[in-house]
């Protein structure tokens, strides 16, 4: 995935609905963006930079999220009824808070197989190395 325009635009084209994919790309998706996440490093990069200057910086893993600020979500959809989004904007708080894991189980892949039993979490290598689809999505990977 790349935080290219591309996807939104052509399924804005062909009268399909996306969610983009690191920035806001609502103007390249002809009406038809859900929503995006957005990416907002600025927090880190100030962080780094003032550790630098202080002599006290050090490499590390960063997994930011909602509840870091770095992963926002861009408006929704001025089609999303305000019920849905009133509820999309719950799940934000709740994921930020920890109270909601995105990729609690259960949770099959495309075969019905099951990746992450019921009441387990995929842990954060395998989130970051995940090479399938859930149960539902359209598509293969290649």
């Not at 994919?21 to 780094?48: C, H, N, P, R």
């Not at 904007?89 to 930020?96: S, Y």
Request: avoid cysteine.
């Amino acid at each position: 995935m790349t935080d290219t325009a591309t996807g939104v635009q052509v399924a804005g084209e062909g009268g399909a609905w996306s969610i983009g994919y690191a920035s806001d790309m609502a103007k390249f998706a002809s009406g038809k963006q859900l929503t995006s996440f957005v990416l907002d490093w600025t927090s880190d990069y100030v962080g780094a930079a003032k550790a630098v200057a202080a002599g006290s910086w050090k490499p590390e893993v960063r997994w930011d999220g909602l509840a870091a600020g770095v992963v926002k979500m861009a408006p929704y959809n001025d089609g999303i009824p305000a019920d849905t989004k009133a509820k999309l904007k719950q799940l934000e708080a709740d994921i930020g808070s920890g109270k909601v894991h995105p990729y609690a189980g259960e949770l099959k892949d495309q075969d019905g197989n099951v990746k992450v039993a019921a009441g387990s979490v995929l842990a954060d290598d395998g989130i970051r190395g995940m090479n399938w689809f859930v149960k539902g999505m359209i598509g293969k990977l290649s």
